[in-house]
C-alpha cells in the first residue's frame, strides 16, 4: 500500500482537558492525534468539540485496542467503528501499536509486549493484511515501550524491520520510546535507529518520560527530555522532515504551555535545515 498521508509539521495529542482552548494559531500544532476510542460513539458536547476542531485542523487517529498481537481474531465490530469514525471525520491515517491488550475476548488498559520473534512477525504481519482490507487504507505501527522482555531470538531493530517488512506497514517511530528502552535494556539508541528502516517511517512521537528508582518509565507526564530531543533531532536527520507529535497524558499543563513546549521542539529542529 501506499504511505499513508499524515499532515505535515509539528501536531499535538488532543486531549479533553483544552478543548475549549483550541484556536488556529501561527505557533500553535499544525494537526491533532486522537485515540478514536475516547471519541467514537460520544455525543453532545464531546461530539461538538470535535466536530469544531475537525473544521480548523486535519487529524490523525492513533488507537489503542487494535490488539493486534494477540492471539485472538481481530475484533470486526470494533474495526467497523474505527471505520466509520474515520470516514466521518475524514480521518486519513490511523496508526496504533506493536502490543497486545486482549486475550480471549478480555481487555487490559495496558499495551503489552510481544515476543520477537519469526513466529510472531507472521502472526502480525496476516493481522495488518487483514486490517488493511477492512479498512481500506494503509496502518501505521508504533514501537512501544515495555518493561520485562518476553523470551524471542530477535534484537527489537530485527523484529519491527522484519514486521515492516512482511506486512508491509508503515512506523510511527516514538523516539522517546527507543530511548527509554534502551535505558531500561541496556542497548545504545543510536544504534537502533542506524538499524532501523528509517525510510519507512510516517511519523515521528515525542513525549517525557520519568525515573522511578533503577528504571525509566514511559508517563507522557512531562516535558520531552534534552536527550530524547536529541535523538529527535537525529532520527529526523535519517527519515528526513517527516510531521512530528507531542504526546502528553499526565499532569497535562495549559494550552498555552503546550503549544510553547511544542514550538520549543520546532524551533529545536530546525525544519529547512537538517
Ligand atoms: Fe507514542
Known amino acids: 500500500m501506499e504511505k499513508p498521508t499524515v499532515p505535515e509539521g509539528f501536531g499535538l495529542g488532543l486531549r479533553y482537558s483544552f478543548l475549549e ?7 500553535g500544532p499544525s494537526w491533532f492525534e486522537i485515540a478514536p476510542e475516547n471519541w467514537m460513539g460520544r455525543g453532545g458536547y464531546f461530539r461538538r468539540k470535535l466536530e469544531r476542531i475537525r473544521r480548523d485542523f486535519p487529524l490523525v ?9 494477540s492471539p485472538d481474531p481481530l475484533n470486526l465490530e470494533f474495526l467497523r467503528k474505527v471505520k466509520d469514525f474515520l470516514e466521518e471525520f ?12 486482549s486475550v480471549g475476548g478480555e481487555y487490559v488498559y495496558d499495551l503489552l509486549p510481544v515476543p520477537f520473534t519469526e513466529e510472531m512477525v507472521k502472526h502480525i504481519s496476516k493481522k495488518v493484511e487483514e ?10 505501527l508504533e514501537n512501544i515501550t515495555y518493561y520485562y522482555r518476553p523470551e524471542g531470538d530477535l534484537e527489537e531493530w530485527e523484529f519491527i524491520n522484519a514486521v515492516l517488512e ?43 518520560h520519568e525515573r522511578l528508582g533503577r528504571i525509566l518509565v514511559d508517563t507522557h507526564g512531562d516535558k520531552v527530555k534534552e536527550e530524547v530531543e536529541d535523538l529527535l533531532i537525529y532520527a529526523l536527520s535519517k527519515t528526513g ?3 512530528v507529535l507531542l504526546e502528553r497524558d499526565n499532569r497535562i ?14 524551533d529545536k529542529c530546525r525544519y529547512g535545515s537538517l
Open 131 to 140: 486490517v488493511q482490507d477492512f479498512l481500506e487504507r494503509p496502518i501505521i
Open 90 to 101: 475524514g480521518i486519513e491515517a490511523y496508526s496504533e501499536h506493536i502490543s497486545f491488550c
Open 61 to 69: 487517529c492513533h488507537g489503542l485496542s487494535l490488539s493486534i498481537g
Open 241 to 243: 522532515e517527516v510531521p
Open 21 to 27: 482552548d483550541v484556536v488556529p494559531m501561527e505557533e
Open 166 to 208: 512482511e506486512s508491509g506497514a508503515f512506523l510511527l517511530l516514538d523516539v522517546n520510546n527507543v530511548y527509554v528502552n534502551s535505558v531500561n535494556h541496556g542497548y545504545d539508541p543510536y544504534s537502533f535507529l542506524d538499524r532501523i528502516r528509517t525510510e519507512r517511517v510516517a511519523y515521528i512521537h515525542v513525549a517525557g
Open 253 to 266: 499543563p495549559s494550552y498555552e504551555e503546550l503549544v510553547k513546549d511544542l514550538k520549543e521542539l520546532r
